[in-house]
C-alpha cells in the first residue's frame, strides 16, 4: 500500500508523463472516423459507470462509426473472467472495464493489456483535445504501473462517504451527520430501533467486500494496511484491531439482521426502503437513491463526509479504468473507445449522473455540471481533499480480500477481532512473500 508520503511521491512522478503527450494531436492528424466499420467487444463491471458508457454508446458509435457489443456482468463473475481471458491469451473483448484497485498489479504484472504511452504521444490516434495533463495526480497514480506503463485510462475516483436518512435523523433528535467516529456510533445507536424494523446503521458484511469498510475505519487511525515498500502486513497491529472492534460493534449492534451476507447492493436496496438511518459506502452509488420511482426517501437522503476518527481524518478512495487486452484484433478501435470513455464529456456525464467523482480536474469548473444534489456534489468535493488509497497495491489484491473479509465476518457473529485478525495476518503472510518472488 503507499502510505501518503509515498502516494505524493509517485503522482508527482507520474506527472511527468503529460511530457508524453503535450504534442499530441494536431488538428488536421486526428480523425474519430479512421476505423469505420470496426466491431469491438466490451466488456463491463455492473455499476453506475458501466451505465454511463452504455447510456452514451450510441453517440460513440455515431461519432466513430464503430459498432460496440458492450455487456455488463456483476464483479463477482467479470473479474475472475478478465483475469482468465486475459492470461489465456484468446480474450473475448477488445476493452476492459476494471477496478485498478484489485486488478492492476495483476494485468501489470502479465503485461496482459497494451501500454498506452505509444498511443497518447500518437496525433494520428489521440485527439487534440483528450487533454492528458487534465488527469488528476491520484488517477494519473492509479493507472500508472511500477515500471512506469500507462495501460489503462482512468473513468472515475471513487470515494468513500456516508448517506443518510434525514427523516430518520429528524425523528431520533440528530441534527445533522456526526463529524467523529464516537458521534457515528453514538448516532447510530440513537437510531436503532429493531422493533420498528429501523436499523441506525448498514454497510458490507459478506467477505471480500467488506474489507473497504473496515480499511474507512483504519485510515481514521491514519494506517494503512501495508508498509510503503509493499512487504509487510499491518492487519494485526493495535490500530487495524481497534478498526476490526469498531466495525464489529457498529454492524453487531446496529445493522439489520443478515448483514454478513450484504454486499452494496443489499445496502443500498435497504437503504431505499427506508429502514436505515446509515450507510457507508462509496459516492457512485447515489443515482437511484434520488429517482422516487425506485426509492422511498428520494426526498430524504442526506450525504456526509467520512467522519474524522481518533488519529485521521481521511476517505477511502479507489478507481476504475478501461484498457485494451495486448491480444486484441482491434486495438485502433478499441482505443478510441477508451479514449472518449475516459473523455472530458463523459466525467461530466458521470458527476451529472451521480456515477461517481471524476478522475478530471477541469469537471468541477463545467458549467453544464448539474449533479442530482448539491450537497453530494459538496461533499464529494471535500472528500477529494481527504482521499488515501483504501486497499494495499499488491498482486493477490483478492487473497487478501479473502483473508480478511472472513476474519470480519466472523467478528460481525461475535469472534474476537485480535484473534481473527491475527489468524489472518498469519494465514495471508506465505501469499504475500510468494507474490513478492515472483
Known sequence: ???????????????????????????????????????????????????????????????????????????????????????????????THFSLHVSKRVVGTGKWLEDLRTYLKDPKLTAPDFDFADIGPGALAAITQPDGRIDSLPIETDLWLVYYNKKLFAQAGIAAMPTTFDAMMDAAHK??????????????????????????????????????????????????????????KILRECAPPGVVGFNWNECQTSFMQGNIGMWLDGVGFCPPLFDPKVSKISDSVGVGLMPAGPKGHHCAMFNDGVGIPARSRNKGAAYLYCQWAAGKQMAINLVNLGGGASPRLSTYSEPSLKPPSAEWLVTLKESLKIARPGLPEIVPVTEFRDAIGIALTNMVQGADPATELKKATEAFKPVLEESLRT
Open 1 to 95: 500500500m503507499i502510505k501518503r508520503r509515498a502516494f505524493l511521491t509517485a503522482s508527482a512522478a507520474a506527472l511527468a508523463a503529460p511530457a508524453l503527450v503535450e504534442k499530441v494531436g494536431a488538428q488536421s492528424a486526428f480523425d474519430w472516423k479512421q476505423f469505420k466499420g470496426k466491431t469491438i467487444s466490451v466488456s463491463l463491471t455492473k455499476s453506475p459507470r458501466a451505465d454511463n458508457l452504455q447510456n452514451h454508446q450510441k453517440e460513440f458509435e455515431e461519432m466513430t462509426g464503430i459498432r460496440v457489443q458492450s455487456e455488463q456482468m456483476p464483479e463477482q463473475q467479470q473479474r475472475p473472467k478478465m483475469i482468465m481471458e486475459l492470461a489465456s491469451g484468446k480474450p473475448s473483448f477488445d476493452v
Open 191 to 248: 437510531l436503532n430501533a429493531p422493533a420498528k424494523n429501523i436499523y441506525g446503521f448498514v454497510a458490507r458484511g459478506v467477505k471480500n467486500a467488506n474489507v473497504p469498510v473496515w480499511t474507512s475505519f483504519l485510515l481514521g487511525m491514519n494506517q494503512e494496511t501495508i508498509t510503503p515498500d509493499g512487504k509487510t502486513l499491518l492487519t494485526d497491529t493495535p490500530a487495524a484491531i481497534w478498526a476490526g472492534e469498531y466495525y464489529k
